[in-house]
């Protein structure tokens, strides 16, 4: 079990989905990648992919959960929706 408390508060300029929204697509896709139907297990990282190509829009209805594999074949893996990534060098910056 990973200790995935996020207490950020951190005011980014980037446009990030946040973790509700991620969760509502997430549940609304019963936890499946939204192309091939791999369900997603506690060491994937679901990708979101925005339906209507805009980065901006992360309403739940503009995004879908894909696996790896699907999102890159979409082309959208320019911005890596890595939050982990992210929170560690948030990390190493506060340091
Ligand atoms: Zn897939």
Do not use: W
């Not at 609304?28 to 997603?40: E, G, I, L, P, Y």
């Amino acid at each position: 079990m990973f200790n995935t408390n996020s207490g950020s508060s951190n005011k980014k300029k980037m446009e990030k989905i946040n973790l509700g929204i991620k969760q509502t697509v997430l549940e609304r896709a019963k936890h499946r990648c939204q192309a091939c139907s791999k369900k997603f297990r506690n060491q994937d990282t679901p990708f979101f992919y925005h339906i209507n190509g805009s980065l901006k829009d992360n309403r739940p209805a503009n995004l879908k959960a894909l696996c790896k594999e699907c999102f890159e074949r979409t082309g959208e893996n320019k911005i890596k929706d890595n939050m982990i990534g992210k929170i560690r060098s948030l990390i190493r910056r506060v340091v």
